[in-house]
C-alpha cells in the first residue's frame, strides 16, 4: 500500500514533458503494485481458509483470548473483523495509514527514497521465503523479489538520470543559500574517529573535498528574543509566589469542608 500510493501520487504531481518518461515509470509501477496487494491478499485467504480454530478455541476456554491469538499463530482480527480474509493491518494490528506514504514534490529525492524502500521491502521478503517450505508460496514470493530487483534497478537509474540533470544535492539551484564552510565537512560528535579516516581527502561526488573536523566548536549562540507579554508569561516572582499560596489556601479549604 505504502509503495502503491507512493509511486501513484508522485506520478500525478509530475509536471514538465522533460519527466514524462520518469512519470510514466511512477504510473508503470504504482499500477503494478496494486497487483501486488492483490497477490497478498489471495495468499493471505488461502492460507486461512479452513485454518484450524479448534486450536485457538481450546486455548481460549482455558486461558484467555491474547494467549489463544499468540500461540494460534493468528491475528484475531482476521477471524473477528475479517471473517478470515485479509486487512490492511501489519502483523501486531496496527493499521495502515497514508501518512507512510511519500511523495516529496522533487523527482530525484522521490527516485531515492524509491530505491530505498524497494531495498529494504526486498530483505523481508527473503525472510518470508526462508520460513515456509510451502510451494506455492514461495513460487509468489520468488516472483516478489524478482519485481523488488526491478524496482530498486530502475530507481536507481532513474535517480542517477535525474542527477545529470539537476546535481546530486537536492534541491538543485540553492547552493548560494547555504553556509559554504560547512557543507563539505563531516563532524565529529563521538567519540571515536573513524568516520574522519573514511571520509577526509575524499572527493564527494559532486567533486568538492570532504573535510574532518575533529574538534567541532560551538556555531551561533543563544540569541536575544524579545520577552512576551507579561500577562503571557506570568513569571514575576513576587505575584508568582502569592498566587501559588492562594492557590494552595483554597484547595485546604475546600478538603477541609
Known sequence: MT???SYLF???????K????FKDLLLDTGTEEIGHIEMLANMINLLLKD????V??????NNDAKIASVLSGMDPNHGILNGLGANLNNPNGTPWTAAYMSASGNMLADMRFNVTRESMGRPQVTRLYHMTEDEGIRDMLAFLMARETQHQLQFI???EELEKQYGVVVPYGTKDLEHSKFNHTVMNF???EASGEFYEGRTAKDGEKFKYEKDPSPHGGMGNPAPSPEDIRNTQGEITIEQGKKLIEDLSHHVDR
Open 10 to 16: 508522485q506520478a500525478w504531481n509530475t509536471v514538465g
Open 3 to 5: 509503495g502503491m500510493t
Open 190 to 192: 563521538s567519540e571515536g
Open 51 to 54: 485454518s484450524p480454530l479448534n
Open 56 to 61: 485457538q478455541e481450546s486455548i481460549y476456554n
Open 157 to 159: 537509474e532513474a535517480a
Open 18 to 21: 522533460e519527466n514524462d518518461k
